[in-house]
């Protein structure tokens, strides 16, 4: 008799992580991670109505799952429900890896890299002391940052703050460590332009979120004046929004983030849809082990598959909680010539500390993003 699912419990855990878990009537039991930074809230409504189509679906069959999820709501897409379809996802991958004692990736089609590359975060919201931070990374053993590239910046900047972008990459890059320049979403199109032309002597590896997704011909249009990788697509939740985006040749880089497009099962359609325009894959994830664990599983099995996200010691996080605080197995991350070893634990291969989260989730975070504004009280993007 086909096995069923029986139970489906949220989580949310310091510093800002949502963690899925399935259970199924035969015992078998799967993580996720549903993190959608700043609306835990709201997913963890969308994860309560997706128990009304899946307690009683059978576990293995992941793909119908998925469909049920997405396509029986009518309305389609968008950051909550697609965040919830991710950890729902997830953690099925990890049920049907665990039953059959294999790994995810083996799932996918096997490994086609050894290692997988990484790189971390320095920094913080507002970039300070990058050469400090880079030396102290390289230490540990990274051989690539991600560094912000701009504070607060208003629709026309001063020129200081240009030059300031252009001082802080040189500083990393004179540390002999690779830097990925992620500006948020914070400029505006009057200086898109100008930011590229200030980083473009330093050769970083990309330049993340440079516009807004909600801009795609002004991407377009920017792309076509840079010689600097463009990278984008943490708020972009499917394949569908990131068709268009490869279809004008705006982006080289992909960066879905596996906790919030669709899960294992999109963000891999995802990476083989991006490989047909020749254009890289490197998930975004800022956040929590689960959601780490299933990036790196997709990119075991994935060809054009770049670097990886890493948020160990990411300056969200804080001093009291980090990346590996909830795992027994915390040598899962353990980090050599900037790349970590694909996963050969069942599932995902993580293992949770289930106590530890039941214990920190009686006491929900209610984490937000910071409100940033102008000298004159306006609102700018974070």
């Known amino acids: 008799m086909a096995d069923r699912i029986v139970l489906i419990e949220c989580f949310p855990v310091r510093p800002r992580w949502l963690f899925v878990r399935v259970e199924t009537a035969q015992g078998a039991v799967g993580w996720g991670e549903a ?6 809230e709201s997913v963890i409504g969308a994860i309560d109505a997706a128990r009304d189509r899946l307690i009683g679906h059978d576990p293995d069959r992941i793909e119908d799952a998925w469909q049920l999820l997405y396509r029986l709501g009518f309305y389609r897409g968008g950051p909550v429900l697609m965040s919830a379809i991710s950890g729902i996802d997830q953690a099925l991958w990890d049920i049907k ?3 059959l004692g294999v790994p995810v990736h083996a799932l996918l089609g096997g490994q086609v890299r050894d290692r997988i590359a990484v790189y971390a975060w320095i ?6 002391d990058v050469a400090a931070g880079a030396a102290a990374r390289k230490l540990q053993g990274f051989t690539a940052v991600k560094m912000n590239g701009v504070e607060s910046m208003d629709w026309v900047a001063s020129p200081s703050q240009l030059e300031g972008i252009a001082e802080r990459v040189a500083l ?3 540390t002999g ?7 948020h979403g914070r400029v505006h199109k009057p200086m898109a332009r100008g930011v590229l032309r200030a980083i473009e002597p330093f050769g970083p590896l990309f330049a993340e979120e440079v516009l807004l997704s909600e801009h795609p011909k002004a991407i377009e249009q920017l792309a076509q004046h840079t010689s600097v990788p463009i990278a984008m697509g943490e708020r972009l939740y499917s394949r569908w929004d990131f068709r268009p985006f490869l279809e004008s040749g705006a982006i080289d880089i992909a960066q879905p983030d596996l906790a919030h497009a669709g899960g294992i099962s999109e963000c891999r359609r995802i990476a083989a849809m991006a490989e047909t325009y020749d254009v890289a894959f490197a998930p975004h994830c800022p956040i929590g082990p689960l959601g780490l664990a299933a990036c790196l599983h997709v990119a075991a099995a994935t060809p054009n598959f770049v670097i990886q996200e890493m948020s160990l010691g990411i300056h969200y996080n804080g001093v009291a909680e980090d990346l590996t605080t909830l795992m027994r197995n915390p040598e899962l991350f353990d980090l050599s010539a900037g790349s970590v070893a694909v996963p050969q634990g069942p599932g995902l291969s993580v293992e949770i500390n289930e106590d530890a989260v039941r214990e920190m989730a009686r006491e929900p975070h209610r984490w937000r993003n910071p409100a940033w504004r102008g000298e004159h009280g306006e609102l700018r993007e974070w």
Request: charged share 30%.
């Open 97 to 99: 890896g665990r039953k």
């Open 35 to 40: 993190t959608l930074e700043g609306h835990v």
């Open 177 to 183: 460590i690779d830097v990925g320049v992620d500006f």
């Open 172 to 174: 990393v890059r004179g």
């Open 123 to 128: 920094g913080g919201d507002m970039p300070h």
